[in-house]
């Protein structure tokens, strides 16, 4: 497959997932910015270690059944009443034990006050698993442009609902309402969406070969729910909820900007990849083809929401939160060098090297382990900054693992990364001029102008640094298919 072949085709799905997703953090981020005004950061802290204990939950819960539905290449609608049947089942099951074990659970986190938030949140499982056949059935299908209905669905829901019982003065509890309607949104949107319904048959021999699939997407998910989940428990249960509602919607804005777009590329570049990789042609001139344009969206992004947070959060979420500035600060970064390393574990996958992605990971769930124990008993900016560390070197690591596999030199990846590296140090060096020299960045024009000048300024470099990525990039998007 050529390199332009690869990227019309890639960028056209990548856009449809990218659309999908950017509306729902769009919906989100406006509803923060209005619950911000009305709650606490306590009160946000009190739905985030739940949430946390949920999302540990989920990477077992279902026991990997989704993730084979996906894969699986026949007997569609037997396989997909099995993936029904087994989340009907863990879904009662982690209901009932939710609600039983919420003072354990709360008191894990140190948040005892919380009992009754995990109680009410257990019904969470229920809800949710009851889509979850349906959601993998959408992502089988590739069905990346109606993907975007059940996550607008479920984010407009939430938002409503959790800003009106805000305002009506609920507290902490608007947000779980408002996180229990958004599912209930998103499960109904599904059942609209996809013709699929379960029937009184039981595939007896497909459940044994799903679930013993399934138990190698578990290892993987288990791993991921360490590395991106352990800030969370360590902050709660060392700094408290206060200091935990701040990290928390501290990540939701580098969360809705650069991890959308690297996150978003993964889904479309996994397939892709493995595309390139069964047709017997060598990875590497389109991972570094991908390399180079995931890195030219995600750094500018990443360097400006660093440089310019304190600006972003005293005019969004109010004075109350500038304690999350420079968390934010952080955080950014974090995502930023997570969008370089992204593309090395999709063509890991795609190549057939799942074990050795599988160490990658456990070493830097290992390391990321024992940073944020250390670092949460200081602070929450510990937290963040210590992250920022070993995702570096960890970063560096996965490089250097890549591209022997790939038959790529170092090199060659520096290369790939260099112009928007450069262009977005360019871009830097200029915010910070206008942060220094410039006028008040307190109100909405004084944020923006920098903005505005901070994107063209990145543009011109990069025309200098990459000429031709620009229309390279036009002729992918918007030409038309031949």
């Given amino acids: 497959m050529k390199v332009d072949e690869f990227g019309r085709s890639t960028a056209r799905a990548a856009t449809w997932a990218f659309l999908s997703g950017s509306g729902t953090k769009i919906v989100t981020l406006i509803g923060l910015t209005l619950l911000a005004r009305l709650l606490a950061p306590a009160e946000f802290g009190l739905l985030a270690f739940a949430l946390t204990y949920i999302v540990y939950v989920d990477t077992i819960a279902d026991l990997g059944s989704g993730t084979a539905l996906i894969y699986w290449p026949d007997r569609r609608d037997e396989a997909s009443q099995v993936t029904f049947l087994i989340n009907v089942g863990a879904g009662l099951f982690w209901c009932a034990t939710t609600f039983l074990l919420a003072p354990f659970i709360a008191d894990l986190f140190n948040a005892p006050q919380g009992t009754n938030i995990v109680r009410a949140l257990s019904l969470t499982f229920f809800v949710k698993y009851l889509g979850n056949t349906h959601y993998a059935l959408l992502r089988k299908d590739l069905r990346f442009k109606d993907a975007a209905f059940p996550e607008v669905s479920n984010a407009a829901a939430k938002m409503i609902v959790a800003l009106v019982l805000a305002w009506r003065g609920f507290g902490a509890w608007s947000l779980v309402w408002g996180h229990l309607a958004g599912l209930v949104a998103w499960t109904g949107m599904l059942w609209v969406m996809i013709p699929w319904r379960p029937s009184w048959t039981f595939p007896r021999d497909l459940f044994r070969p799903m679930l013993k699939y399934g138990r190698g997407i578990i290892f993987v998910n288990v791993l991921a729910a360490i590395q991106h989940e352990t800030d969370l428990l360590m902050i709660s249960r060392w700094q408290g909820l206060t200091a935990l509602g701040?990290?928390?919607?501290?990540?939701?804005?580098?969360?809705?900007?650069?991890?959308?777009?690297?996150?978003?590329?993964?889904?479309?570049?996994?397939?892709?990849?493995?595309?390139?990789?069964?047709?017997?042609?060598?990875?590497?001139?389109?991972?570094?083809?991908?390399?180079?344009?995931?890195?030219?969206?995600?750094?500018?992004?990443?360097?400006?929401?660093?440089?310019?947070?304190?600006?972003?959060?005293?005019?969004?979420?109010?004075?109350?939160?500038?304690?999350?500035?420079?968390?934010?600060?952080?955080?950014?970064?974090?995502?930023?060098?997570?969008?370089?390393?992204?593309?090395?574990?999709?063509?890991?996958?795609?190549?057939?090297?799942?074990?050795?992605?599988?160490?990658l990971g456990f070493l830097r769930v290992v390391l990321i382990v024992i940073a944020v124990v250390i670092a949460a008993r200081h602070s929450a900016l510990a937290v963040a900054v210590s992250l920022v560390i070993v995702d570096g070197i960890a970063t560096l690591l996965a490089f250097t693992v890549t591209s022997r596999a790939i038959g790529a030199s170092l090199a060659e990846v520096g290369r790939a990364f260099a112009p928007s590296l450069m262009a977005s140090a360019v871009m830097s060096g200029m915010l910070l001029a206008w942060m220094y020299w410039g006028p008040d960045l307190h109100s909405a024009i004084g944020v923006m102008i920098p903005v505005v000048l901070g994107g063209l300024t990145y543009l011109a470099a990069l025309r200098i640094t990459d000429p031709p990525i620009l229309m390279e990039a036009r002729r992918m998007f918007f030409a038309r298919s031949s």
């Fill in 246 to 359: 701040l990290y928390q919607l501290a990540g939701k804005i580098p969360e809705a900007t650069v991890a959308l777009i690297y996150r978003v590329a993964s889904d479309v570049l996994l397939p892709a990849f493995s595309r390139v990789s069964a047709a017997g042609e060598s990875t590497k001139a389109v991972y570094l083809a991908a390399a180079r344009y995931v890195g030219t969206a995600t750094l500018p992004i990443a360097c400006g929401l660093a440089l310019l947070s304190r600006p972003f959060v005293l005019l969004f979420f109010g004075p109350q939160w500038v304690a999350a500035a420079p968390i934010v600060s952080a955080l950014a970064v974090l995502s930023g060098i997570r969008a370089l390393s992204a593309q090395a574990g999709d063509v890991l996958k795609a190549t057939g090297r799942v074990g050795l992605l599988a160490r």
